[in-house]
């Protein structure tokens, strides 16, 4: 099992980067997939027809996502723990995501980086 952690800057307010990570209608418009979400803990979402799929853990409007994703059967929760911090009129996004399957893990971290954040910052940003 692996732990990803990584930084990203968004050029946008936290409430704006907040809503991107939790309100499905703008998860459909930077994923381009629809989403089931709901800002609730203990409800279950589902991103790109499924291909992510887990639980909510706990939300602190504007600041704080925490989730459980799921990979089948495996002993220890694979969690995502995403923090939102203004600086300077951007968002610091943290993204901690802990034991995360060996085997996944590129695919994982390569998802965060391009398709996840990455597709965020350009929702954000799409000239840069």
Do not use: C
Request: net charge negative.
């Amino acid at each position: 099992m692996k732990t990803f952690k990584k930084n990203f800057v968004i050029h946008a307010e936290p409430s704006d980067v907040y809503a991107a990570i939790t309100n499905p209608y703008t998860i459909e418009l930077w994923s381009g997939y629809p989403a089931i979400m709901k800002e609730e803990p203990g409800t279950e979402f589902s991103l790109w027809e499924g291909d992510i799929e887990g639980r909510n853990i706990e939300f602190v409007k504007n600041k704080k996502i925490v989730q459980e994703w799921y990979f089948g059967d495996q002993p220890e929760q694979s969690i995502v723990t995403i923090t939102i911090e203004p600086v300077k009129g951007n968002s610091l996004v943290k993204l901690e995501h802990t034991n995360i399957p060996d085997e996944a893990f590129e695919n994982i971290k390569q998802g965060w980086e391009e398709f996840y954040f990455g597709a965020i910052q350009n929702f954000f940003n799409p000239n840069f």
